[in-house]
């Protein structure tokens, strides 16, 4: 498509808009919606919130590390199972 072309069909849009509006009785510029604003308690109830969030946040990730720091013993009870359960070798079982 051409550029002659696309500049029309822009026209033509506008040109419908334009009827559209003017049937609707809304003018071409929307109106801004007030902003609203927090009051000064809301602001500091929303910061003392997330200061508490944080703050476990923080805690439990230092509980994780401490934990993840800490030597791992090895269980010496499964080891001892697996000896005792084979069988004992003794001299009257090798003279057999």
């Known amino acids: 498509m051409n550029a002659a072309a696309r500049q ?7 040109k419908r808009w334009a009827e559209y509006k003017k049937a609707q009785g809304s003018s071409a510029k929307p109106t801004k919606a ?8 809301a602001v500091k109830h929303i910061s003392d919130a997330t200061k508490k969030r944080w703050a476990a946040y923080r805690a ?21 199972a697996k000896r005792s359960s084979a069988p004992q070798v003794t001299a009257e079982t090798v003279s057999a």
Not at 60 to 80: E, L, S, T
Request: without cysteine.
């Open 8 to 14: 029309r069909i822009a026209a033509a849009q506008r």
């Open 34 to 41: 007030k902003k609203r604003v927090l009051s000064a308690a």
């Open 60 to 80: 439990a990730k230092a509980a994780a590390q401490k934990a993840a720091a800490k030597p791992v013993r090895k269980a010496r009870g499964k080891r001892r």
